[in-house]
């Protein structure tokens, strides 16, 4: 991971803000491009002069506008193959992950009714954030939700450690190891919830699909 993280801050340095724009979309369609710690890296370029500014526009304003843009189209794109190729993958490979058919009804009731907020928190969480565009796609949110959604929460991330990396300049190294911290932290708490949520999702389901007590009970007809 360390020696991907370095090849796509090299990828910064020599392509400037192409390079953001392209590391950002990557680090969204699912490829460990290190999205946390570039960004900061990004930023403390940006203070350097590396990354210069446009205009009246400071250089990290420009590296977090660029970063958002390829996190919402890299994000499109996962969203579109969710979106048209949920279904036969279900159909070809639904078996082999134990996910049938059915479980798509589960799959899109639960993003009807939480997934606005699934789709902004999971931009917070590393390594989940570079897969989150592909559940909603599956279950057939509305485009309009999950690009404001998506959109909202990647200002927040590219804006705020974009200006952590412009704040800490050359310091960079002790923000990323901040991150990292607190990315554990985060992934702990996550996993949690989400074990607890897939518990009683289970457990409601087994109450739906059990028939009741009386029925049980109920002696034939003669």
Sequence with gaps: MEHLSAYFHQLVIHFGYAGVFVVM????????????????????????????SIGPVPGWIVVATVGTL???C???????????????FVHRY?????????ELDRVH??????????????????F???VAALPPGISRMQKRYFI????????????????????????????TAYIHDFAVAIIAGVVVVIGAAAIVWR?????????PAAQRQRPPAP
């Design 109 to 126: 009731a639960f993003y009807e009714k939480h997934g606005r907020a699934m789709v902004f928190w999971c931009r917070f969480i590393p």
């Design 25 to 52: 979309f990557l680090g969204n369609i699912g490829m460990p491009t290190g999205t946390e710690i570039v960004m900061p890296s990004a930023g403390a370029l940006a203070a350097t002069g590396h990354l210069p």
């Design 203 to 211: 457990v409601r389901a087994n109450r739906v699909a059990a028939p």
């Design 74 to 88: 890299g994000g499109l794109v996962l969203y579109y193959i969710g979106w048209y190729g949920g279904l036969p």
């Design 94 to 102: 639904g078996k082999y992950v134990r996910f049938r058919e059915h």
């Design 148 to 175: 404001s959604y998506t959109a909202l929460g990647s200002v927040i991330f590219c804006f705020g450690l974009a200006f952590l990396g412009d704040e800490a300049g050359h310091n960079v190294d002790a923000i």
């Design 128 to 130: 989940v954030r570079g």
């Design 70 to 72: 390829g996190e919402i």
